[in-house]
């Protein structure tokens, strides 16, 4: 009898975590409306101190203490990226249905505008793409 009382509440715990998960999003081109990544291909990266983390000269002037919020996302390499397999360090990401510039890569490193640095970066800018619940 306790066996089946607990079996039913992991049922009911597993339940609760599948309606607080959050919609599935994927990103599509602008352009062609090619799907180009989802949200499983996202690199995470913690915020950095905005304008704090730039060089002097590409600092605006902006004294705000909240860090802007990230206008690119950065994912994991993908079979569509031609330049990354072609084996270039740096580059441009072009959609492949279009051509049409979505973002760039650097094995090295990119700083995101949040003033954060990713490594190796693989950034699409979201003005882009377009953001839809899948």
Excluded at 20 to 37: D, F, G, S, T
Excluded at 60 to 81: A, H, L, R, Y
Excluded at 91 to 116: D, E, H, T, V, Y
């Amino acid at each position: 009898m306790s066996t089946q009382l607990a079996s039913r509440m992991e049922v009911s715990n597993h339940a609760d975590e599948e309606t607080e998960v959050k919609p599935q999003m994927i990103y599509r081109c602008k352009k062609c409306r090619r799907i180009v990544a989802s949200q499983d291909n996202i690199v995470s990266h913690e915020r950095g101190q905005g304008q704090k983390c730039f060089k002097w000269k590409k600092r605006t002037g902006d004294t705000t203490d909240q860090p802007p919020e990230c206008s690119s996302i950065f994912v994991e390499p993908m079979k569509w990226m031609q330049a990354v397999e072609e084996g270039n360090v740096e580059q441009k990401l072009q959609c492949i249905g279009c051509n049409a510039r979505l973002g760039s890569f650097n094995w090295a490193g990119m700083q995101c505008n949040c003033g954060a640095w990713v490594n190796p970066a693989f950034q699409l800018h979201k003005s882009r793409m377009d953001e839809c619940p899948f």
